[in-house]
């Protein structure tokens, strides 16, 4: 239990299109979804904090418009980046905390589920 | 506001060798604290965690303590493996409300034979 799945795992697009970026919880439902983009050999880096049904919130510095999150439904978040550029090449990371404590994994009180990212390169 | 600090890698050491990564944090009340592994080209994978003072956390023979006095909670494994070649992360999160993780820097070991 507690898997969450990422779509794709990797992307190579040309300058200026748009990716979009699929989070999936599969087996639980997800009140919150975490995006965090990680550098290499860096540590990740909050993006924005994405709430089914309402807007996401962002962190000072990431630009809302060019990382759009649209959170649907409980088992699903998604991040489009548009008007991709050189510099938006970076591994992006998906977590989902669970509605509540999952039968398959007791102890997952306040823990995120952590999706298995997708690199993304823009040429 | 909240912080983790851990030491900076790279760590190297030899199959069977004694591994610490220290970690420290800085936070209002009492958070929940993490060690996530990532292995080359995979996402993050909870290593373990502790949720209150005292607590140990301990995984795949690695172990670290919830130690609030001196707000520290060290990774430590015995014997460390080739496949334990990776880069940790610790973490913090508080405990209520829908609040993200805030991450170390990560440090990366590497295991050689």
């Known amino acids: 239990g507690a898997v969450v799945s990422q779509h794709p795992s990797w992307v190579i697009c040309k300058s200026g299109t748009s990716v979009k970026i699929e989070c999936r919880s599969l087996?639980?439902?997800?009140?919150?979804m975490f995006w965090y983009r990680q550098f290499p050999k860096q540590s990740l880096m909050l993006m924005a904090t994405?709430?089914?049904?309402?807007?996401?919130?962002?962190e000072q510095g990431v630009e809302k418009d060019k990382f759009l999150i649209n959170h649907a439904s409980l088992t699903l978040s998604t991040l489009t980046v548009t008007s991709a550029h050189p510099e938006d090449s970076s591994f992006y990371i998906c977590?989902?905390?669970?509605?509540?404590?999952?039968?398959?994994?007791?102890?997952?009180?306040?823990?995120?589920?952590f999706g298995p990212g997708t690199r993304l390169t823009v040429l | 506001g909240n912080s983790v600090t851990q030491m900076e890698g790279p760590v190297t050491l030899s199959e069977e060798a004694f591994l610490t990564i220290n970690c420290t944090y800085t936070a209002t009340g009492y958070p929940s604290l993490f060690w996530y592994v990532q292995y080359p080209g995979e996402g993050l994978q909870l290593l373990l965690k502790a949720t209150k003072a005292d607590d140990k956390g301990s995984n795949k023979g690695f172990e670290a303590t919830y130690r609030k006095e001196t707000t520290s909670f060290h990774l430590e494994k015995g014997s460390v493996q080739v496949s334990d070649s990776a880069v940790y992360f610790c973490?913090?999160?508080?405990?209520?409300?829908?609040?993200?993780?805030?991450f170390g820097k990560g440090t990366r070991l590497s295991v050689i034979a």
């Open positions: 973490a913090l999160t508080r405990n209520s409300g829908n609040t993200p993780l805030v």
């Open positions: 994405s709430n089914e049904g309402s807007k996401a919130t962002y």
């Open positions: 087996d639980f439902q997800a009140t919150t």
């Open positions: 977590s989902a905390r669970a509605l509540r404590r999952l039968a398959a994994a007791p102890s997952s009180y306040n823990e995120q589920f």
